[in-house]
């Protein structure tokens, strides 16, 4: 049984229902090189890297890091995270504060100030946030 499913650009995610995440495509920079552990609950892909979003807020990435895009944060106050076929990653902190890493060519990792955030999401080349007040 699946929970949450991601795709990447040449690679895709499952995650499954007691935690554990499956991985099938391209490999060729470990995108699909997936921790063993069956402690997460989100899954997101970006071009040629992979998140997961472990039960304990913090978060997990492997794959292709040749623009920093798995240069983690530290924290374990995570409860949302994105990428999607680009070079950059989003992750949204517990109190709505957004957390940006990786490719920053054009603006995508210069994540807005507050803490005003309930979701985050990504793009090629850009970033998104929803604020609380819609």
């Known amino acids: 049984t699946y ?3 991601a795709a990447g650009c ?14 099938w495509g391209a490999n060729s920079y470990g995108q699909c090189n997936v921790p063993r552990e069956n402690d997460f609950q989100a899954v997101a892909a970006g071009q040629r ?3 997961g979003l472990r039960l304990n807020s913090t978060i997990a990435c492997w794959g292709d890091n040749s623009m920093g895009q ?3 944060p530290a924290g374990n106050d995570f409860v949302d995270i994105a990428a999607i076929n680009g070079y950059h990653s989003l992750a949204l902190r517990s109190n709505g504060e957004i957390v940006a890493w990786g490719s920053n060519r054009y603006g995508e990792s210069q994540a807005p100030s507050g803490d005003q955030y309930v979701a ?3 793009g090629e080349y850009h ?5 609380r007040t819609g």
């Not at 040449?10 to 991985?23: K, V, Y």
């Not at 970033?127 to 604020?131: E, Y």
């Open 10 to 23: 040449f690679h895709s995610l499952a995650l499954r229902a007691n935690g554990s995440i499956g991985c």
């Open 3 to 5: 929970v949450d499913i």
């Open 120 to 122: 985050v999401a990504t």
């Open 127 to 131: 970033s998104l946030a929803l604020k």
């Open 49 to 51: 890297h992979s998140l």
């Open 70 to 72: 798995c240069n983690v």
